[in-house]
């Protein structure tokens, strides 16, 4: 009787599924992994503020963008009931940052971070506690192997979706906005909404390039460990 008859049918069943299950959350998971730091990262912000000049845009002091940034992150997470502030330009005006539809527009974009933070969580459960279970029960080659596609599955979308961003970002922008929102509160006047004035365009575009090169990073990363392990245990058993 070979070893992998000798073992428990609900052992077999098991790496049926955490196979499968793990080489498709592992996309998933450096995905939302990436976004969730993007979107918690009060540093990324201030760069982009400063990179496309968004003070002398707005008229609002360096510190008003930052109260500006960390009220949103705060909002992203559930710690602030609204994203809306009182400011004051170099001009003397006082006003509300954002007008109504872009208050729509921002819990609409909230929605999606609260999907993402699930699936993220989803995945990371999943991932985890398949590999656990594998490992324990025997399978860690088959864990490795599943750790390793699921990476390279990874990598291979990367490189596939940048080609798409990269060859016509705006209208990759465009187009997830039409599947991502049923309003049209997204598409606001740049010269007026002062949304669209703190992250303008460029803004997204260097967002994408840095949440692609993270997935990048952890994706190769995690390729690279579980297939020096693999070689690892096949030059042992050789």
């Known amino acids: 009787m070979s070893l992998e008859q000798e073992r428990p049918r609900s052992a077999r069943l098991l790496l049926r599924i955490a196979g499968p299950l793990i080489v498709l959350s592992l996309p998933l998971l450096f995905l939302t992994t990436a976004l969730r730091i993007e979107m918690n990262s009060l540093g990324l912000y201030i760069r982009g503020f400063d990179t496309y000049s968004v003070a002398e845009t707005t008229l609002l002091s360096e510190t008003q963008l930052h109260d500006a940034a960390e009220q949103l992150i705060r909002y992203f997470n559930h710690l602030e009931p609204s994203p809306q502030m009182t400011v004051v330009d170099n001009t003397g005006r006082q006003f509300n940052l954002y007008h109504d ?16 933070s699930i699936i993220q969580s989803l995945t990371l459960l999943i991932v985890a506690g398949f590999a656990i279970a594998g490992v324990t029960l025997g399978y860690r080659m088959e864990i490795l192997t599943a750790m390793r596609n699921g990476s390279l599955a990874a990598l291979t979308l990367l490189l596939l979706t940048s080609t798409a961003f990269l060859a016509d970002f705006d209208w990759m922008f465009v187009g997830f906005h039409l599947v991502a929102f049923d309003n049209p509160f997204w598409q606001l006047n740049p010269y007026t ?12 575009q260097d967002m994408m390039i840095l949440a692609g090169a993270a997935v990048g990073v952890m994706a190769g990363a995690i390729f690279t460990l579980s297939h020096a392990s693999i070689r690892r245990d096949h030059r042992r058993n050789l």
């Open 101 to 116: 539809y872009e208050i729509i527009h921002l819990e609409d974009v909230r929605d999606l971070f609260d999907i993402n």
């Open 193 to 204: 909404d002062y949304l669209v004035m703190l992250f303008p365009l460029g803004f997204w």
